[in-house]
């Protein structure tokens, strides 16, 4: 069953802690994204990665951080300096060479 | 930022009907892409126009790039239930990324 994972579905933080979101894909796609989605927004890009070992910030990049140590995964830790965390959580991967980008089924964090 | 925006912000409409979207952008792009999210899901990749063209169909989903007015809109025939969702566009500039639009909630009535 091939395509891109998320886990967990839904998530909870408590004031101060950091928490980390899964995403693997065995799709063997070269780029990953992280976005962020707000109620009735559009997605924002947080971090991308379109090689093993690198990753880039996007547009909202405060308060959180990637690494991308293997090619099929791609974790973001919310830190406790995100003083809004609570929204959508969108993981998406892409072939070097296509266009389009493939996404995960999300997982949505709220603050406790 | 948000490159695109999206219009109108929902649209209601009885099964069977047409629905239009539109979607403004304000740079130059390589590419714009269509994408539908059902409530609480990731989104799935409807369609993609390039640059250097005007339209593009695909099964009951056309749609037209005018890249003089830095615009697009999707247009959905003969549209379901099933078509209830929200439609968003993206705007690829380069470096592999994708803008997207604020997108048009849809609600197809039976």
């Known amino acids: 069953d091939g395509g891109i994972t998320q886990s967990p579905k839904y998530l909870f933080r408590k004031e101060g802690q950091n928490v980390t979101l899964s995403c693997e894909q065995n799709?063997?796609?070269?780029?990953m994204y992280w976005y962020r989605q707000d109620p009735g927004q559009g997605l924002r890009l947080i971090y991308y990665s379109q090689i093993v070992n690198d990753f880039q910030k996007g547009d909202i990049a405060e308060g959180y951080s990637v690494s991308r140590e293997k090619k099929e995964s791609f974790p973001l830790t919310v830190t406790s300096a995100q003083k809004n965390p609570t929204a959508f959580y969108l993981c998406?991967?892409?072939?070097?060479?296509?266009?389009?980008?493939?996404f995960g089924a999300g997982t949505r964090l709220s603050v406790l | 930022s948000q490159q695109g925006e999206e219009d109108p912000q929902a649209l209601s409409i009885q099964e069977g009907e047409n629905a239009t979207m539109n979607c403004s952008y304000k740079t130059s792009i390589n590419n714009l892409q269509w994408y539908r999210q059902n409530s609480g899901r990731g989104l799935v990749h409807l369609i993609l126009i390039r640059s250097n063209e005007r339209e593009k169909h695909s099964g009951r989903l056309r749609v037209t790039l005018d890249t003089s007015k830095k615009s697009s809109s999707l247009l959905i025939t003969a549209s379901r239930a099933a078509d209830t969702a929200s439609y968003f566009c993206a705007t690829e500039t380069g470096a592999q990324k994708l803008v997207f639009g604020q997108g048009t909630r849809l609600t197809i009535n039976p």
């Open positions: 998406a991967s892409r072939k070097a060479e296509e266009n389009i980008q493939y």
């Open positions: 799709l063997n796609h070269d780029a």
